[in-house]
Every structure is written in structure tokens, then in C-alpha cells.
């Protein structure tokens, strides 16, 4: 991992860094309390489709991570995402499309030519591949306790099922927004959640116009883990409730060893 640069503000680290996986150069945030005391909990966010590491959200639940639980948290660009977008308008069309699902109110499953299908299931698995080398790269930098959460959601999920499913350094995982059907991996993706074992807290929303309710509820259902829990709140695809925070610090604060 190259750290290129890193700046403060109001107690929390934040560094740029590069990671080299393979052929790739993956570009990634790192967010750690100011004044470290030892080693941290490891808290990973995987944003969401047209998306990147530093949107909004992902900086607002990092930061939260660091002040509440003392964790140090990482965010990489997703493939074909952030500052790894190699067609601009390319990248324009796709957001421009998902935005027009979204306004449009949804309803009908999103065709995939042939492929596009086999580029969603080689940028998924190559999403997978990078999150594992993140992983073997804070482990064997020694700034972890042992303990790695993950949240991510629609995209995040899509791409952190599987990498949850088969990272055994993964002790808790926040998933949503997403279901079964309409992907071409959904064989696979649900042999992965039933594969699960560790506590998950699964958001979803009633109104989602790019999952309907019932794939949704088949993708919880097909959850393995002994622990598991599923909040529905009312509205569409990216209204989530900024309360449900409230609830990813408490389920990391149980799960994870944290320094608070």
C-alpha cells in the first residue's frame, strides 16, 4: 500500500493510498482516530453502483466510525468506478440510466445483454479479488486488533456477499439494498449467503425501485448466519434513514473489538 498523502480535520486521519493487485492499481481512502492509541478495529465500505470512495456517504459513515468507535476504516474505487473510470461517457450513461430507473419508479427487471452480463460477473469477482488483498495488506501491516467488519450496500453487496462469503477475517457484515433474481450470478450469490456463518444486519427499503420486496426478503431468508437481522424502512432506493447509523455503530460495537 502507497500512501500518496494525508491530511487532518477534527480528529480523524485521512490518507490516500494506492494498492497494487495484479495488473491494477486500486485507489483507496484510509480514515484512522489522530492520535492512535494501538491498534484498531478494521472496518471496510464498499459504495455503491456509479459511486466511488469518497461520495457523501462513505466519508460521513467513515468518519462516524473512527469518532464513535475508534476504528480505522478503508474505502477502495470499485472496478470501472471513481478514479478508475477509463470511458467518461460511458460512466455518464450507466449513472444516467440508474438514475432513470430510479425516477421512473422501477418496476421492471433490468435486461443485460450477454455481454454485459459476463462484464458485471468478471468486475464483481475482480472487486472480491481486491477487497481479500486490502485485507492481506492491513494484516500484515500489524495496525489491526484481529477484528475486520465490512458494510456495503446495493453495489456493496452485490460485490461484499461474495467477498464476506469466502474471507474468513471478516467477523461482522452490514449488506442491503439488494436481492435475488435479475443478476446473472444469482445462482452463486445465493449458494453465498446460505454459506454465511457470521452476524450480518441486512437495510432494506420498502419502496426500492431496483429490488422488489420479495427479492429482498429471499436474499435474508437465504442468510445462513445464526444471527441475523433485516430492517425494512418506508421510501425507495437511496432513502435510507440517516437513523439506521444508529444501528451500524451498535451492531460493530458488539461485534467487533472496538476502542471506544
Same mark, same amino acid.
Given at each position: 500500500?502507497?500512501?500518496?498523502?494525508?491530511?487532518?480535520?477534527?480528529?480523524?486521519?485521512?490518507?490516500?493510498?494506492? +494498492?497494487?493487485?495484479?495488473?491494477?492499481?486500486?485507489? $483507496?481512502?484510509?480514515?484512522?482516530?489522530?492520535?492512535?492509541?494501538?491498534?484498531?478495529?478494521?472496518?471496510?465500505?464498499?459504495?455503491?453502483?456509479?459511486?466511488?470512495?469518497?461520495?457523501?456517504?462513505?466519508?460521513?459513515?467513515?468518519?462516524?466510525?473512527? /469518532?464513535?468507535?475508534?476504528?480505522?476504516?478503508?474505502? +477502495?474505487?470499485?472496478?470501472? &468506478?471513481?478514479? /478508475?473510470?477509463?470511458?467518461? @461517457?460511458?460512466?455518464?450513461?450507466?449513472?444516467?440510466? *440508474?438514475?432513470?430507473?430510479?425516477?421512473?419508479? $422501477?418496476?421492471?427487471?433490468?435486461?443485460?445483454?450477454?455481454?454485459?452480463?459476463?462484464?458485471?460477473?468478471?468486475?464483481?469477482?475482480?472487486?472480491?479479488?481486491?477487497? &481479500?488483498?486490502?485485507?492481506?495488506?492491513?494484516?500484515?501491516?500489524?495496525?489491526?486488533?484481529?477484528?475486520?467488519?465490512?458494510? $456495503?450496500?446495493?453495489?456493496?453487496?452485490?460485490?461484499?456477499?461474495?467477498? !464476506?462469503?469466502?474471507?474468513?477475517?471478516?467477523?461482522? @457484515? !452490514?449488506?442491503?439494498?439488494?436481492? *435475488?433474481?435479475? /443478476?446473472?450470478?444469482?445462482?452463486?450469490?445465493?449458494?453465498?449467503?446460505?454459506? +454465511?456463518?457470521?452476524?450480518?444486519?441486512?437495510?432494506?427499503?420498502?419502496?426500492?425501485?431496483?429490488?422488489?420486496?420479495?427479492?429482498? @426478503?429471499?436474499?435474508?431468508?437465504?442468510?445462513?448466519?445464526?444471527?441475523?437481522?433485516?430492517?425494512?424502512?418506508?421510501?425507495?432506493? !437511496?432513502?435510507?434513514? +440517516?437513523?439506521?447509523?444508529?444501528?451500524?455503530?451498535?451492531?460493530?460495537?458488539? &461485534?467487533?473489538?472496538?476502542?471506544?
Amino acid at each position: 500500500m502507497d500512501i500518496l498523502n494525508e491530511t487532518s480535520e477534527k480528529g480523524v486521519a485521512e490518507a490516500r493510498f494506492d +494498492l497494487k493487485v495484479d495488473d491494477e492499481v486500486v485507489p $483507496g481512502i484510509r480514515w484512522r482516530p489522530e492520535r492512535g492509541t494501538g491498534p484498531t478495529a478494521t472496518i471496510l465500505i464498499g459504495h455503491g453502483g456509479t459511486q466511488h470512495k469518497r461520495v457523501p456517504n462513505v466519508v460521513g459513515l467513515a468518519r462516524r466510525f473512527v /469518532r464513535h468507535l475508534g476504528a480505522t476504516v478503508y474505502a +477502495l474505487d470499485a472496478p470501472g &468506478h471513481g478514479d /478508475r473510470i477509463t470511458d467518461p @461517457a460511458a460512466a455518464e450513461a450507466a449513472r444516467a440510466r *440508474l438514475q432513470g430507473r430510479i425516477a421512473s419508479g $422501477g418496476g421492471a427487471s433490468w435486461q443485460m445483454s450477454a455481454d454485459e452480463a459476463a462484464a458485471w460477473v468478471e468486475r464483481t469477482q475482480r472487486g472480491v479479488c481486491e477487497w &481479500h488483498a486490502l485485507v492481506d495488506e492491513v494484516e500484515q501491516g500489524g495496525g489491526g486488533n484481529g477484528t475486520i467488519g465490512y458494510w $456495503g450496500v446495493s453495489m456493496g453487496t452485490l460485490i461484499g456477499l461474495p467477498f !464476506v462469503a469466502s474471507e474468513p477475517r471478516v467477523t461482522a @457484515a !452490514v449488506l442491503g439494498l439488494a436481492g *435475488l433474481g435479475g /443478476r446473472p450470478d444469482t445462482v452463486e450469490m445465493e449458494a453465498q449467503a446460505r454459506s +454465511l456463518t457470521i452476524p450480518i444486519l441486512f437495510v432494506f427499503q420498502w419502496d426500492d425501485e431496483l429490488m422488489s420486496r420479495e427479492s429482498g @426478503a429471499a436474499l435474508f431468508d437465504a442468510i445462513g448466519s445464526a444471527e441475523k437481522t433485516m430492517h425494512i424502512n418506508p421510501g425507495g432506493h !437511496v432513502n435510507t434513514p +440517516l437513523f439506521e447509523r444508529d444501528d451500524y455503530d451498535r451492531f460493530f460495537a458488539r &461485534h467487533l473489538t472496538v476502542n471506544q
